[in-house]
Structure formats: C-alpha cells, structure tokens
C-alpha cells in the first residue's frame, strides 16, 4: 500500500483565502484523523471521522475550519477565510477498526497563510 | 483535561551514550500509551503501543516501558539514525492526546 497521501505538501496563500488539503487514507482503514502541528501548541487533533461520518469535531478551532468525507477513499479539510494564525503543518491519519489507535500518518501539507 | 509531558525537550547524545525519554501522562480512562518518531518533513512514525503497567516493548535500540503514571522510552547505545523527535501520546477512547515530543540529536 502506498500509504496515507496528502496533497498538496506545500501550500502558500494570502489571507482571506479558501484553503482545501486533500486526504486519500490506506485502503480498507475506517478511522481518519485531521491534525495540526505548531511548535506552540504542538499535535492536536482537529476532527476525526468512523465509516466517513464526523465523530468529534471538538478540536476544530473555530467556524472558518470543515472537512468532509465524501468517501473511504477521500477527505478533505477546508479553511475559508485562511488567516496569518492557521499557518501550520496538517497531517491527516487513518487506522483500522481492528486497531484503533495504531494511526498512521501521511507526509503533512505545510500550510502557510501570508 | 488530558495532559501529556514529556521531557526533556532536547537532547543531545554522543554514539553509543544510552539514555532515557521521560512522558509524563493525566489521560482519563488511558487506554492505552503510544510512542512515534518523527522525523524532520515528515509525519510520525508508530513504534510502539503499552497497555498496561509493567508491559515493555522492545525495537532494535529502543525500548518502552509504562507505569502507571509515566513512561520510559530508553534508547541504548544508539546510532546518529536514530536522531529524531519522539512524541508519546495517550489514548482514550478513539483520540490520541500528543507531548510536545522530544528531540534528539545523535552525533557520530
């Protein structure tokens, strides 16, 4: 398996503007977790989704931020407006209902908001 | 709040100097403690998983051990390819709580 495959890896946009990082989990995973890394504030989990339904959004910082599982192939994290502060590496991770929480992740996208 | 500490935040190791990670954990209903490597561009790396104090789980140079309010994960006689940061994290429910994770820097 190819593993966990984000896009894009690299993403630099203005303030203001709509964000979308991609997700493509491993095949047959049913669990998938968004997450941010900062220096500040380090791994905290966004959102994660069982069978593609949201389960806990808790993490999601605030009403700019959403995502979607359209599929079990596919999901998506979206920030409209971005702003300076969501500057940010997002890696996104999915496991197996067999075992929960081994998560695996994916590359990350290094977002930066300018 | 679930709280998770590691310590120290950096550390710097001669070849083959052993040494031991510290992370510290206030999980409620703690299913489980979980330790990845990360390395610099890329995203964490499973190693292992404890559930129960007592339990220890070995890796080439790497060993992770659990009690019931911190764990260890002991890096013996290492190599420069271990250099990476090492985060730990606890689990409840299906949610990982992460440390700040800590760096370490193996120098040949």
């Known amino acids: 398996d190819a593993g966990v495959i984000q896009s894009p890896r690299h993403e630099v946009t203005e303030m203001g503007q709509e964000v979308t990082l991609r997700c493509k989990p491993i095949?047959?995973?049913?669990?998938l977790f968004w997450y941010r890394q900062t220096m500040m504030r380090g791994l905290e989990l966004l959102i994660y989704f069982n069978n593609n339904v949201p389960i806990d959004d808790s993490g999601m910082p605030e009403d700019r931020f959403s995502a979607k599982m359209p599929n079990a192939s596919f999901s998506t994290l979206k920030i409209q407006p971005s702003e300076p502060r969501d500057s940010a590496v997002y890696f996104c991770a999915s496991s197996s209902g067999l075992a929960v929480d081994t998560q695996y992740f994916g590359p990350g996208t290094r977002l930066t908001v300018l | 709040e679930d709280q998770v500490t590691q310590s120290p935040e950096a550390l710097r190791l001669q070849e083959g100097e052993s040494s031991s990670l510290n992370c510290s954990y206030t999980?409620?209903?703690?299913?489980?403690l979980f330790w990845y490597r990360q390395d610099p561009g890329k995203g964490p790396e499973f190693l292992f998983t404890l559930y129960s104090a007592g339990e220890e789980k070995e890796k080439e140079r790497l060993k992770a051990t659990l009690t019931k309010k911190e764990s260890f994960l002991h890096i013996t006689a290492p190599k420069p390819e271990d250099s990476a940061t090492y985060l730990c994290a606890g689990a409840a429910g299906n949610k990982l709580t992460f440390g700040g994770g800590t760096r370490v820097l193996v120098k040949p």
């Open positions: 999980v409620s209903g703690l299913r489980g």
């Open positions: 095949s047959g995973h049913d669990y």
